[in-house]
């Protein structure tokens, strides 16, 4: 192979990788500005992508906030989408991640009739093997919380539902990516960045 | 810049004054130097309105007989002037009645700052009388929008709007002002705003992509440079005029990049496009660097994009990030404002000349204009064609008039055959096709340019969306003239309708009104011709009349615009007939 077909051929790797669906998380810096939830996700609404799990969380910067938003979808629509996200006016910035690229958990809650709970030590032997804790115990029911992947929470849910889940729910993602930058070692750039640039 | 409100007392305090937030907003707009404001009252921003009643002398309002007119003349403004237009409407349907008109400065990159009033902030939220939820709605279609419900927010909110609207990638503002904002005092001071933390509307030039260009350009041997209205926004035709000719690369423009090169220059080889030039649309797939400067490769202009420029190298300059690789995969994208990256190009390629590829595109027109072009201005048709009445007022304003188009047949034809030579001469609406933008933007246009000639040349069907603005023509007596084509037909889709609907004329024929008499109820001078021997008289007349004028010229009733690059096909397979 000439060297530019085998650089073609990588490309086309590339490109496949690119167009393959598969989980893909959206962290977005925002600024506080009542409104902005709405304009991000109106960008995906429009692109009929659905958002599987959003979180909105403040930051160790104080004023900014996090938006992480789970989608299925192909890398190259994501990026896409987070081209346009940045050109929201309050966005300081916004990135794409896939799962091998972050540290991400969810927060599942199980509730638990008692009645079942009491019925020898079934459940609590679940609870503590699947790594979640019991989060509050009242008259009627116990409360238990687990963290997780998705595949987790969802499988300690399977696990209980025979014995009568009443109720059961699970957060959005959060995450934070592998990269050593912090967060306001990037809003710091930002700011020069637009003091240098702006006419 | 501090303003002359605030002076600076003995201990280095400033000093305010105490106004109410109408006031506040009209002062605000003042020192952002606006001159103009189209408008339309109503209950929620009747303060601002009463305001402006004792600025009068400081701030021209218009009122224009609909928001859509409003909006739209501000657009109109805004291109001629570069500066940014300003429009007032009131809450509900005032603001709705701009929504058109925001989508369209949005997608067609104007500046502008649109005024909403809103209903008391108590009644926010409660089906109030004249509430609609006008920042949700217009999100969507604005590069940022904020309601106000404070009078102090005031002045730095219209601060920022202004920034926002004229910076980077231009586009339209909203600010919702709710009326006790309007009515509540404030401490004035105004301050422009210089930055925001979170916004970068001027990407910082990459010099290395610069040299790789210029490598990439000084190497090539059928280079093509495509340019858009980034050219003109970024006051970049010098600098575009500059590389053109040290490179000997031929220029093909975008229908709004129309005017940022003048059509008489040797390297100017057309118009791109679904209705473009024909050697502009086949060469796209026949060049091996294409060098995009200010467009964002749209699909009127691309085509199927699958066979879009496949064997071409592709150089993006582009001031909006999110345009690069949107639709066509750049190979080397410099993201910066089109003159900073010219300039820094020019001195980087080498000088040259294409003359072989250049009589490739001089071959294409001959072709285009014996099958096309010969019969389209010398036609055997007892009617006139519009590409000769086009082809008159060109010649006749030696193309140096402000030509502002409607949407369908006559805008592809005015676009066709005038022969721009000045910039920001050719206004238009391109991403939209809004119908009935012609007329407003017009009148908002010649507001904007003086002693220049304004003339819009609009279909039977667009000027009807909006023919109440003859009203704000006649009132604030904008001598603007004004060419109605008219085919008695929605033409542009009858077009389809014959080419690709076997002729099943749905609801295209129009019945229409005396519009001579419509005119001239309107106090403005009015002219009708259908008959070729009279239409350069005709022209004459029009453009020697000192104020505004209406002209309706009969045409050719099932006439089709080509070359036509059918919808879904490539650019390749454009078709002269
Ligand atoms: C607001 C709006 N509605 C509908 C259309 C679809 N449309 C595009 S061109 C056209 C026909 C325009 O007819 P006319 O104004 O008479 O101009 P002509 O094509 O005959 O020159 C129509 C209906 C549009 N572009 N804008």
Known sequence: MELNDIAKTMDEELMNNHQEEKPLTISVLTENKSGLLNGVTIIFTRRKINIEAINVSITEVEGVSRYTILIRSNRETAEKVVKQIRKLVEVLGAFVYEEDEIHYQELALYKVPMSVFLQGNKIERLVRNSGARILAIERDYIVIEKTGHKNETYDLFEKLKPYGLLEFVRSGRIAVSKSKRETATFLKELEEASKIKSN | ?577
């Open chain 2, 1 to 577: 810049m501090e303003t002359l409100l605030t002076s600076t007392t003995q201990e280095g305090k400033k000093m305010t004054e105490k106004i109410s937030g109408s006031e506040a907003v009209i002062k605000s707009l003042i020192m952002e130097g606006v001159n103009t404001v189209f408008g339309y009252p109503g209950g929620a921003i009747m303060p601002i309105y009463d305001t402006l009643y004792h600025y009068e002398d400081r701030l021209k309002h218009i009122l224009v007989r609909h928001e859509q007119g409003a909006i739209h003349a501000a657009q109109g403004f805004a291109r001629v002037s570069g500066e940014v237009g300003v429009c007032f409407a009131t809450s509900g349907p005032g603001a709705t009645n701009l929504i058109t008109g925001i989508a369209d400065a949005s997608i067609d990159s104007t500046p502008i700052v649109c005024i909403t009033g809103q209903v008391t902030s108590k009644l926010l939220g409660t089906d109030a009388f004249q509430e609609t939820d006008v920042i949700g709605i217009s999100m969507p279609v604005t590069k940022w929008n904020y309601q106000v419900t404070k009078a102090d927010e005031i002045p730095e909110i219209i601060a920022r709007a202004f920034y926002i609207a004229k910076s980077g990638r231009p586009g339209p503002v909203l600010i919702d002002i709710t009326k006790d904002a309007q009515f509540d005092s404030l401490d004035f001071h105004y301050k422009k705003c210089e930055g925001i933390r979170s916004y970068h509307p001027v990407p910082k030039l990459d010099l290395k992509k610069v040299d790789q260009a210029a490598e990439l350009i000084n190497s090539a041997k059928k280079p093509y440079l495509l340019v858009g209205q980034g050219v003109l926004l970024a006051h970049a035709e010098k600098e575009l005029k500059d590389f053109a000719e040290k490179t000997g690369i031929p220029v093909a423009s975008t229908l709004l990049g129309l005017s940022a090169f003048s059509d008489d220059h040797e390297l100017n080889v057309g118009f791109l496009g679904m209705h473009g030039n024909y050697g502009p649309n086949i060469k796209t797939n026949e060049c091996d660097v294409l060098i995009a400067v200010g467009m964002r490769f749209d699909d009127r202009v691309t085509g199927d994009l699958s066979t879009y420029a496949k064997q071409a190298k592709v150089i993006h300059i582009e001031i909006d990030p999110s345009e690069i690789d949107k639709n066509v995969k750049t190979d080397i994208a410099i993201n910066a404002d089109a003159k900073e990256a010219l300039k820094a190009l020019i001195s980087r390629v080498d000088q040259k000349q294409h003359s072989a590829w250049l009589q490739e595109f001089r071959d294409c027109d001959k072709l285009e204009q014996e099958k096309v072009i010969n019969t389209t201005l010398a036609p055997e048709t007892e009617k006139l064609k519009m590409a000769e009445v086009i082809k008159l007022v060109s010649d006749k304003t030696k193309g140096e008039a402000v030509i502002v188009t409607d949407v369908g047949q006559h805008q592809m034809v005015a676009s066709r055959y005038y022969q721009f030579k000045k910039p920001k001469s050719n206004v238009t609406s391109g991403g939209l096709g809004t119908m009935g933008f012609a007329l407003p933007a017009a009148f908002g246009a010649k507001v904007a340019a003086g002693d220049k000639e304004v003339i819009a040349v609009i279909g039977d069907g667009g000027f009807q969306m909006t023919i109440q603005e003859l009203g704000s023509i006649f009132q604030y007596k904008v001598p603007v003239k004004i060419i109605v084509l008219n085919n008695n037909f929605l033409g542009m889709v009858r077009q389809w309708q014959q080419l690709f609907f076997d002729k099943r004329y749905s609801s295209t024929e129009l019945v229409n009104p005396d519009f001579v008499r419509i005119s001239e109820g309107y106090g403005i001078e009015a002219n009708r011709v259908s008959e070729r021997e009279k239409i350069d008289d005709a022209i004459d007349k029009m453009l020697a009349y000192d104020g505004a004028y209406f002209l309706e010229v009969e045409v050719e009733r099932e006439d089709n615009v080509f070359p036509m690059v059918p919808a879904g096909a490539g650019v390749s397979d454009i078709r002269l007939e």
